[in-house]
């Protein structure tokens, strides 16, 4: 449902009925714009509506402006560990290809991507938090940031810039595979378990990290001449 600026749809039930009720699936991403909601019941998720008006008795809806390009958006985890409920995220909307996600280990729940695949433009994992992703791949078109932990089972991770890992930080794969497009550098820990591969298309630095490479290959794909720094690491196929 979606009206135009000036024009708004407005979503109202039957004057003699206390409210109406609309059932949703937590990871729909909302498409409704430009209405005027009254007495209106959300039920299975938060559900985000942009550029609306709240008339009055509603519940479980979050009237937002339209998302902008680099918004930042911050993992809350007030209703579970489901990155695909808006109800997890401030604002109450789920994260798309432009946002800037943030982990903070303050989190009541700490985030699990699983089901379908996610793009952002920047991932930042902090000190304390943790993000876990099985079974589907997380895509950052710029940069990853990982202070604290990010253990994947199955799932592939690839970030279009810089790829850090901060001194305490720690990035486990189970059967993924990760790609860092920019810049990698290491101060923390990189954990292979398996035939896991790890791609760099720029400069790679493991100065005062750590890097388990159990059966993994390390693959250099830049297509200009790349510095390697592996500060004693071992590798089991470069």
Known sequence: VRGE??????LAGDPDDTSWLMLMKSN???DLAYLRVTNSVVSGTVLPVYESEDMGGNAGWSFLAFPQDGDPIVWTGEADNKWYNAANWNPQR???ATDRVSIPASAA???TLSTYDATVKSLSVAAGAALTISGV???ATETIAVTGTVTTTGGDVTSGGAF????GGRFETNGGDMTAGGAFTCVGALVATDYERFTFSNDVSFAGGTFTCARSTVELAGAAA???DPDG???YAL
């Open 5 to 10: 600026s000036g024009h708004p749809v407005t």
């Open 94 to 96: 789920l994260p798309i």
């Open 109 to 111: 729940n700490q985030p």
């Open 164 to 167: 850090s890992l901060a001194a």
């Open 233 to 235: 690491q071992t590798f």
């Open 28 to 30: 729909v991403q909302s």
């Open 137 to 139: 791949s997380l895509t």
């Open 226 to 228: 790349q510095t390697v």
